[in-house]
């Protein structure tokens, strides 16, 4: 209630007046006590003289003395708080247009001691003059202090909780696991939009949906955590995916501790957060690991076969060489001829398998190289007189440019001629008769290159990615050139091994240049 003087309003004469059906006024003295004893007080309000009859225990309630507050509501209005008065009087307007069958409202009033105390108000017109002004009103207000308090700390904590949720990462919720198996989230923070595509207004009143969200094949075993966690009242872990509305998926993880509630139902508090991510990365370790494992289970294979094959072939060429040899039973032409055959195909043989082994101690990260300042010039002569015989049998020419005689690498010079002879060989196998196969070198301050350069067939672009692939011989699979596709591989490793490193550049029919970076004698710290 507040000031009667209100527009439209004048004094009603005792012949109009009109009482409210079951308005009568509590004068039992028991029961005024009886209520103030709870915080509640009861008024009675003469809107036409403005009397605010039995306010002494409204007064008192505030800490006022008998008489210390003149019992009109004009001087009770004047104890309220101004923001509260207008609302308080749109209360009573509303309720005297017959808007609402009773008045009410919450509003602050001083006490005694200057503090302001919340005060919650109903109230109802009891008597109207016969043209509806009212003339007298009945009400009681009770004194919500402590529950506005109360409130406000509810609200204070609920803001914090806000305001930390928001800064973690993941979904901190309530969720509910109700004696009948209904579920319901009483509380997800903010986050959950974020996180799970849901807004946490449709999750609180809807759990079911972030079931129906989680992908088919995990709905199971999440259904069963919850319930494993509900019977013994263990604290629930689970890992499952989730698809978002955007039909992404993503996997969440879910920890949350359960604590019975009377009725038998469950009430958890949890977080959930996203592990897409270090689920790829745990993924990825697993597939790792799992290629690593095969790798070294290859490499030991490989490494085991070859030695086993290299023992039995050693013992064929040495025979193969004894009747060569033997003076006392001279073979025949064909015999010589068939024999020839038998020690140039096993030497290959064994060419192939000292590569793989190569291999094997590269990949096992057991291959030793002895570096040491290397003349290039007459390694590269070396390397060229070798493969004379294989080029000139297919018509190809291997030529060396300008090299200073000084220019000195720092390698292991058996690999650094395993590897040019590879790449030599190579352009030689990958050409045409009449082709070219140049050796060039660049002198650069720390580095020295020598480009093998070829004017052959050219690898396709589509190629090139897996050139340095063992056993991958790409295009020349099915050419009927001989060869194992371990050469390029081995030939890197080799070089880097020795602080340098192989590049290529092509042009598929028209050739290919494999350049060997290496450090200048004396300059053969890998780093710089
Ligand atoms: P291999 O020569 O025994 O097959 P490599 O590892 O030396 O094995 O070479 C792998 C593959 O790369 C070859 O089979 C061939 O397809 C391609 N290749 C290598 N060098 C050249 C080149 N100079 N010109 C064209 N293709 C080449």
């Not at 590049?503 to 028209?510: K, L």
Request: hydrophobic content about 40%.
């Amino acid at each position: 209630m507040s000031a009667p003087d209100r527009p439209g309003r004048g004094p009603a004469r005792r012949a109009d007046v009109v009482s409210v059906p079951g308005a009568t006024f509590a004068t039992d003295p028991r029961l005024h006590q009886a209520l103030a004893g709870a915080g509640t007080s009861v008024w009675e309000w003469h809107l036409k003289t403005d009397v605010l009859g039995d306010l002494d225990e409204g007064t008192a309630m505030l800490g006022y003395a008998r008489g210390e507050i003149e019992s009109t509501q004009a001087a009770w209005s004047a104890l309220m708080h101004p923001d509260d008065r207008a609302g308080n009087d749109a209360a009573y307007e509303r309720h005297a247009r017959g808007e609402t069958a009773i008045y009410e409202h919450e509003y602050r009033i001083k006490a005694r001691d200057g503090s302001w105390r919340w005060m919650s108000e109903r109230g109802r017109i009891v008597e109207r003059a016969s043209d509806g002004t009212p003339l007298r009103m009945l009400g009681t207000q009770t004194d919500i202090s402590e529950r506005k308090r109360v409130e406000g700390l509810a609200l204070e904590l609920a803001e914090r909780l806000h305001k930390i949720t928001r800064h973690v990462p993941g979904m901190v919720f309530q969720f509910a696991r109700l004696a009948n198996g209904g579920g319901y989230f009483p509380y997800v923070s903010e986050r959950c939009l974020a996180l799970t595509g849901i807004a946490p207004d449709v999750l609180r009143t809807d759990a079911t949906i972030m079931l129906r969200a989680t992908e088919r094949a995990d709905r199971e075993r999440v259904r069963e955590s919850i319930s494993r966690s509900m019977q013994r009242l263990r604290p629930w872990r689970c890992e499952f995916r989730l698809r978002l509305p955007d039909g992404s998926v993503r996997w969440l993880r879910g920890s949350a501790t359960p604590q019975a509630e009377g009725d038998g139902a469950v009430l958890w508090h949890g977080y959930l957060e996203d592990v897409s991510e270090l689920h790829e990365l745990e993924q990825a370790r697993l597939a790792r690991a799992a290629a690593e494992a095969a790798s070294r289970a290859k490499t030991k294979f490989l490494s085991h076969m070859s030695h086993e094959l290299r023992t039995p072939l050693n013992a064929v060429l040495g025979f193969a060489q004894l009747l060569q040899m033997d003076a006392s039973e001279p073979l025949g032409v064909r015999q010589q001829r068939h024999v020839t055959l038998i020690h140039e195909a096993g030497g290959h043989l064994l060419e192939m398998i000292s590569e793989l082994l190569d291999l094997t101690r590269v990949e096992a990260g057991r291959l030793e190289v002895a570096l040491s300042d290397i003349a290039l010039a007459p390694l590269l002569r070396e390397c060229a007189d070798m493969l004379q015989p294989l080029a000139g049998g297919i018509g190809v020419v291997i030529e060396i440019g300008p090299c200073d005689a000084a220019l000195q690498v720092c390698a292991d010079r058996t690999r650094l001629k395993q590897v040019l002879a590879n790449l030599l060989s190579n352009g030689v196998k990958y050409n045409r008769r009449g082709g070219r196969v140049e050796l060039r070198v660049r002198g650069g301050k720390r580095r020295i290159t020598i480009d093998v350069v070829d004017d052959g067939a050219g690898i396709a672009e589509k190629d090139a990615k897996a050139l340095f692939e063992p056993f991958n011989r790409l295009a020349q699979r099915h050419s009927g050139i001989e060869g194992t596709g371990i050469g390029l591989a081995l030939s890197r490793a080799l070089v880097r091994a020795m602080g340098g490193d192989i590049t290529v550049r092509s042009r598929p029919g028209a050739g290919s240049t494999f350049s060997v970076e290496l450090p200048r004698a004396g300059d053969a710290n890998p780093q710089r």
